[in-house]
């Protein structure tokens, strides 16, 4: 069993900003796996940071945490204006995927909020009439392991990419199955969009992707959101393309993008390796061997 001590080293790497990033990362994983109100106060401290990607985990790994104490700290989130604005878009999403109703209105009224990033997660968030609410509770057995909202017609075609082929779904798919692993999405749609895309192709871990995800990161005129969440998909399928892609930008001048590529190739390195767990905060707790360094670049 976890103790109280030990869940406190823990969030202390995670809100020290000494940490090199990939190991307050592992940190953040290894407290959403532990949970508990110890594990949410930690999570919701590191929000002073001033790393938005940082920032962004954090309120993915509370809506992953599906617990309502983590509520007030994402509403906060979500109202502060000061923070980035794909720091408030994961907040809308995670308080979604939390589904209290007691967020409803207040979804409701960051619907029209005049930021994008802002606007659009709380749409996708919202229980939508029609079809998908057809679906068996629960939902189908499901091909991730990771938490979306319900998703509107905006999201539908993500959905779909993640479904199991023979998943029967009582809407039309706005992709075929035959583009199942397709990277088409990175073409289209809004940056929103694009950004999902590049999620659901991490999730998939599937090497097609490579080359389209590779070049969204390259595009510099490309939407910070969608070019970091290219490089995160890229450290999860981890194939040797992947390495020289983030190695490439490493030194990206945008630092969300800069910092995922750090992240990522502590991803690569853990996928590549023979180490159990990506969430290894326990086990750095008690002497086992810190991450490595990301490779340096043009390393094999």
Avoid at 3 to 22: C, F, M, R, S, Y
Avoid at 108 to 119: M, R
Avoid at 182 to 190: D, E, F, K, Q, R
């Amino acid at each position: 069993m976890v103790t109280e001590q030990e869940v406190d080293a823990i969030g202390q790497t995670l809100v020290d900003p000494k940490q090199p990033l990939q190991a307050r990362f592992r940190a953040l994983f290894t407290l959403r796996g532990l949970g508990g109100p110890g594990a949410i106060a930690w999570i919701s401290q590191a929000f002073a940071d001033d790393s938005a990607l940082l920032k962004h985990e954090l309120a993915y790994c509370l809506g992953q945490m599906q617990d309502a104490r983590a509520i007030p700290v994402l509403v906060d989130v979500l109202q502060d204006t000061r923070q980035e604005p794909m720091v408030r878009h994961e907040a809308g999403e995670a308080l979604g995927a939390i589904g209290d109703p007691e967020v409803l209105e207040l979804l409701k009224q960051y619907s029209s909020d005049p930021v994008i990033e802002v606007t659009r997660p709380p749409l996708v968030s919202l229980p939508v009439s029609g079809p998908w609410e057809a679906l068996p509770s629960p939902a189908p057995a499901l091909a991730w392991s990771s938490l979306k909202p319900s998703p509107s017609l905006v999201a539908r075609a993500t959905i779909w990419l993640r479904m199991p082929q023979k998943t029967e779904l009582p809407f039309p798919p706005l992709l075929t199955p035959a583009s199942a692993p397709s990277p088409a999405g990175l073409h289209c749609g809004s940056a929103l969009f694009r950004h999902e895309v590049g999620y659901v192709l991490g999730q998939l871990q599937h090497e097609a992707a490579v080359p389209q995800l590779a070049a969204a990161l390259a595009r510099c005129a490309e939407n910070p959101m969608v070019r970091h969440e290219c490089a995160e998909a890229l450290g999860a399928i981890a194939r040797p393309a992947c390495l020289a892609a983030l190695q490439a930008h490493a030194d990206d001048p945008e630092r969300v993008v800069r910092e995922s590529c750090e992240v990522a190739l502590d991803m690569y390195e853990h996928e590549t390796g023979r180490a159990f767990q990506y969430a290894d905060g326990l086990e750095q707790l008690h002497g086992g061997p810190p991450p490595r360094a990301p490779p340096s670049p043009g390393a094999p």
